[in-house]
């Protein structure tokens, strides 16, 4: 079983590797990543949101679902805190 | 849990984190107010200003938080920001665009102000969730 598990692992590893030798160069602007939204919002990201900051732009307005998503998990992971360390400062006093 | 005996602050450590204090919280407004402009916004704004409470009470003591911060406005603001920025999208909708579509929103310049919103909603999400996790961590 151990055997099994070597081989699986192994394998895996080599797709992954054999996988990561053909990704795009960090910051080449040829890559699809960057040929596809990336123009659009450097081109036009002022004159159609009217801020100055590029990355405000894109994680406010372009991409405000996504923030709202994030302050959710904020949100969750506070109320989360909360339930367990209150709910074992009741345990503690009984 | 029992917690330890508390020390009595040292005057110095007081007084200077008490006058530092104020300064850390107005970066912390200016962070959270011009992150559509600058680079900054309501996550990094929020921090800022948790930690500023957060030195608060280390330098003075626990009972400090309690008194400046009662938990149910905690609680409640935690909350209110994500209803703030959620509430935007909803008024978006209301004003006939798509959710969290800044455009109609009756503003001189509506996309601006709109992030703006959604920023402070954030920021005070963050600020709100920091302090609420280190005063039960402080009272556990």
Known sequence: MKLLHLVATTVTGLLLIMGSLDLAETGDPAA???THVSPRYIESSLEE???ENMVTAVLADYRGFDT???VTVIFTGAIAVLLILRTGLKEDEE | M???PEQPPDVIIKVVCRSLV???QLFGLYVVMHGHS???????GGVILAASFVLLVLAEDRATLRHHI????LNASTSAGVLLFAGLGVVCLA???????YGPLPFAEPRSIGMLVIEIGVGITVMAAMLSIFRDLLEF
């Open chain 1, 32 to 34: 699809p990543a960057a």
């Open chain 1, 49 to 51: 949101t009217g801020v």
């Open chain 1, 68 to 70: 709202l998503g994030e």
């Open chain 2, 2 to 4: 029992t917690l330890p």
């Open chain 2, 22 to 24: 104020p300064f850390i």
């Open chain 2, 38 to 44: 600058s680079p900054g916004g309501g996550f990094q």
């Open chain 2, 70 to 73: 009662p938990p149910a406005a």
């Open chain 2, 95 to 101: 004003l006939g665009a798509n959710y969290l579509d």
